[in-house]
């Protein structure tokens, strides 16, 4: 398994922006398809974005499309999620994950970080 540990998160107001950060260890980054989840209370986990391997390919929810960029280096052994013109909506925590293989589904990603709370004030 591999381990990740987020960062970034805080209160932003409506309109803003943050940067998420994922720093990954203990295995080969770049064998690790990556994906960002988010957690709202009393809300199921629910897939934000997910980039492939050499970052080539990139997938998001319909509800941060054009709004969130995922990113990753895997010289670096980090993922980004660049998240601009935040809504209240968006408040959750957020909890990056990798899977070794293309999914959209939390439960096929098998590592997961300890999460980081991003709220948005209106």
């Known amino acids: 398994q591999v381990q990740l540990v987020e960062s970034g998160g805080g209160l932003v107001q409506a309109g803003g922006s943050l940067r998420l950060s994922c720093a990954a260890s203990?295995?080969?980054?770049?064998?690790?398809?990556m994906g960002w989840f988010r957690q709202a209370p009393g809300k199921e986990r629910e897939f934000v974005a997910s980039?492939?391997?050499?970052?080539?390919?990139?997938y998001y929810a319909d509800s941060v499309k054009d709004r969130f960029t995922i990113s990753r280096d895997n010289n670096k052994n980090t993922v980004w999620l660049q998240m601009n013109s935040l809504k209240p909506e968006d408040t959750a925590i957020y909890y990056c994950a990798a899977a070794p293989f293309a999914s959209r589904d939390a439960r096929h990603f098998g590592s997961w970080g300890q999460g980081t709370q991003v709220t948005v004030s209106s």
């Open positions: 203990g295995r080969t980054f770049s064998n690790y398809y």
């Open positions: 980039i492939s391997w050499r970052g080539g390919s990139t």
